[in-house]
Structure formats: C-alpha cells, structure tokens
C-alpha cells in the first residue's frame, strides 16, 4: 500500500514564503501531485510533479526527488487568501487510485 | 463548462438507514471517483468508475457501494449508516482519454452527511 507524510500544519507571515514537505512510501510510482482545499470548498488541483526537478507555476512551485521519496510544495509571496490545506498525493500506477496525505493546514497571518 | 455537481449538499440521517449520494462529472469525462472526507483524516478513496465499471475500490466495508451510469453519472448508497460514516462525501472526476487513472481529477462541492 501507500502511506504519506506531511505536516499537519504550518503558520507562516503574509509576504513570505512556505515550504510544505510531503514524504510518501509507494510499492509503484506514478507521479506526486497537490491539491489545495479552502474551508468549506472543494480540493482543487495544484501541480504534478513525474519527473526529479521544480515545476513552477507562478507563487506556487512543486519539486520532487524520486530518489528520496520526498516532494514539497513552496509558495511565495504569500497572501492571506492562501490560508488553506494542502494535500499531497501519489498513485501506484496508471490505473490505480490517486492516494492523498492526510493534510497540512496553512495559516497565513498579517 | 459545468464543474462537478453532487446533490445533496447537506443530508442528516439516523443510525440504521441508508443513503444514496448522486454525482454528475463534468461534461466528457469518463472516471468518476468516490472520497471519504473526516477531520484529521484526510481524504480516503471509496471507489472509481469508469465506462459504468468499478475500476478500483477502496478500504471500505460492503455497505459502502456505488455505481456508473451510460452518460457517467454516478451514485454512491451507504447502507445500515453508523455514526462513524458522518463525513464529507467527496466525488472527482476525470477525462481518462486514455482510459487511465492519471489525468487530474476535478472534484465536486462535496455531501455534507451527518449521523445521527
């Protein structure tokens, strides 16, 4: 089976930047990717991440090393309206289900 | 394009009974996907379908089921309901063009159950 670590929450000053770690053991890998879920909303796609390296998609950047079985996702400039959880998630292969961690909460504060 | 709708949003039962959640996937897309949301918990996979087949299924005892429709509906039933399935009910779906499970799943508002 899977298993996923992340930290259950993180605190960080508006304008700066957060980094939240994510650690997973997989029997297959296909590929780490991260939702964001507002209180009260639905997750919604962040990035994904198959290849070692950062992908960057404007605040927010994913990178991921294959080889330590380890990713994070890093948010820069942060604003209040990023106050949110953040799920971290992987699949065993093509066809198997997509596996979240279980959620690191981030408040943003003035 | 219409994202994911679930209905209800909101239900309330009593131990002992069952209930049937609906979800319809965006236009196109073949994979629909079941997710039990809990405080703490995160979100834990129930069951996929795909073309009205279960592809994958989660960790969840026999009272949890579901189904797909020809246009990818799809519903989930939870019988003989325990405190315990008092959750979120989060249903995702995805194009699977391919037929795969990797394409990102985009996910509805989600069914507020509660217990009683």
């Known amino acids: 089976g899977q298993s996923l670590e992340q930290p259950s929450e993180v605190t960080a000053v508006e304008g700066a930047i957060v980094q939240i770690n994510c650690t997973y053991q997989?029997?297959?890998?296909?590929?780490l990717s991260w939702y964001q879920q507002h209180d009260g909303g639905a997750p919604t796609f962040l990035s994904y991440n198959a290849l070692d390296g950062l992908e960057e998609t404007g605040r927010f950047s994913s990178f991921l090393s294959r080889s330590d079985s380890y990713g994070y996702l890093l948010l820069q400039e942060l604003q209040m309206k990023d106050s949110a959880s953040y799920f971290c998630?992987?699949?065993?292969?093509?066809?198997?289900?997509?596996?979240f961690g279980k959620g690191t909460r981030l408040s943003v504060i003035a | 394009k219409a994202g994911v709708t679930q209905t209800p949003r909101y239900l309330i039962k009593t131990r002992g009974q069952q209930v049937t959640l609906s979800c319809s996937p965006i236009?196109?897309?073949?994979?629909v996907s079941w997710y039990q949301q809990t405080p703490g918990q995160g979100l834990q996979f129930l069951f996929e379908?795909?073309?009205?087949?279960?592809?994958n299924k989660g960790n969840f005892p026999g009272r949890f089921s579901g189904r797909q429709f020809s246009n990818s509906r799809s519903e989930m039933n939870v019988s003989t309901l325990e405190l315990g399935d008092s959750a979120l009910y989060l249903c995702?779906?995805?194009?699977?063009?391919?037929?795969?499970?990797?394409?990102?799943?985009?996910f509805g508002p989600g069914t507020r159950l509660t217990v009683l």
């Open positions: 998630a992987v699949r065993d292969s093509g066809n198997t289900p997509l596996v």
């Open positions: 236009s196109g897309h073949r994979s």
């Open positions: 379908y795909f073309s009205e087949t279960q592809r």
């Open positions: 997989t029997s297959g890998f296909y590929g």
């Open positions: 995702a779906s995805s194009l699977a063009l391919s037929g795969g499970s990797t394409d990102t799943q985009y």
